[in-house]
């Protein structure tokens, strides 16, 4: 019974649309030529992707160098790195940079003075500029534009970008310099030293000798009860030989930290691992015109079926 009344309420439904077939067919025909109109004003914009797999953050901040051995790989990103990726990306630090090396505010009509410039900026450069997370740790990010060239740059900058984020977290440049520093500063110390005690030996004649055998060390002691000065000066010699050594040893350290953090750039020029690199595309991306149009006729059907049974509902019955 409830079946018949429903084919009763559906066959009374369309014969009311029916009678308002002309005027909701004419109002479908000038959604589509309005949106025809329309769609042919947009401008033609072009898409540009990068895409990479991000590191682990965790795995930069333990990067250990010592010992001369260079870290040899890093770790892909869990969840939580590539969503601090991703935020990073989208941050108004990210924005303003990308403003300033071109001017986005301008390619975008946007009066950088106004009072709504700033949200008017924010929507623009996000409709313009998509970072999402794909699959299997990547990170993907889409750049359009109406120059395909700008698109392609554009996504360049995004990149570069994200490569020098995990750059400053991995402080890989900064510890190579603050290790060359303390390097040059160790070796500095080491040749004062050295030209201290040679210094020391020239005017003196006083050496250090280890293990030179009972004669040697018998004059020594004879020369040190006997002659204090030469005491004061052995003891001295002594110990900037001690201090030249231990000065050695952390040079050499250094040294070997030095290799490994250069050979360690030189194997990873980069901590992302890019999966697509941006390219200059010669086929638009949108707006997709045919899609707009036929989305705009079927609105304007169902509003205008709608409004016709309300039209006809609210219409005097003879």
Avoid at 37 to 43: D, I, N
Avoid at 199 to 204: D, G, N, S, W
Wanted: include cysteine.
């Amino acid at each position: 019974m409830e079946n018949v009344s429903m084919e009763h309420n559906v066959k009374f439904g369309l014969g009311k649309l029916w009678r308002w077939k002309l005027w909701i067919l004419a109002a479908c025909v000038a959604a589509g030529v309005i949106s025809i109109v329309m769609t042919q004003r947009m401008q033609d914009e072009f898409k540009s992707t990068a895409a990479f797999v991000p590191p682990s953050i965790t795995s930069l901040s333990t990067m250990v160098f010592g010992n001369g051995i260079a870290y040899k790989g890093f770790y892909a990103a869990d969840e939580e790195d590539i969503d601090r990726t991703v935020a990073y990306l989208e941050s108004p630090q990210v924005m303003d940079s990308l403003d300033k090396k071109f001017n986005l505010y301008e390619r975008y009509g946007i009066d950088r003075a106004s009072k709504e410039g700033a949200k008017r900026f924010e929507a623009a450069f996000k409709s313009n500029m998509k970072v999402s997370f794909t699959s299997n740790s990547v990170v993907s990010i889409e750049c359009w534009d109406g120059d395909p060239q700008h698109a392609k740059n554009q996504a360049d900058a995004a990149l570069a970008l994200a490569s020098n984020f995990f750059e400053r977290v991995s402080a890989r440049q900064t510890g190579l310099s603050a290790t060359i520093e303390q390097l040059n500063e160790v070796d500095a110390e080491r040749k004062l030293i050295n030209d201290s005690l040679s210094k020391l030996r020239q005017l003196y004649n006083i050496y250090h000798i280890d293990d030179a055998g009972p004669a040697v060390s018998e004059i020594l002691a004879q020369k040190m009860r006997t002659e204090p000065k030469f005491n004061e000066l052995y003891d001295h010699a002594k110990s900037m030989e001690l201090y030249i050594y231990s000065l050695e040893l952390r040079f050499q350290d250094l040294r070997r930290e030095q290799m490994a953090r250069e050979l360690n750039i030189k194997q990873f020029p980069s901590l992302l691992w890019v999966t697509e690199y941006p390219i200059v595309s010669g086929y638009k991306d949108r707006p997709k015109r045919s899609i707009l149009v036929i989305l705009a006729v079927m609105a304007t059907f169902v509003f205008s079926g709608f409004l016709a049974l309300a039209l006809d509902r609210s219409k005097p019955q003879a």
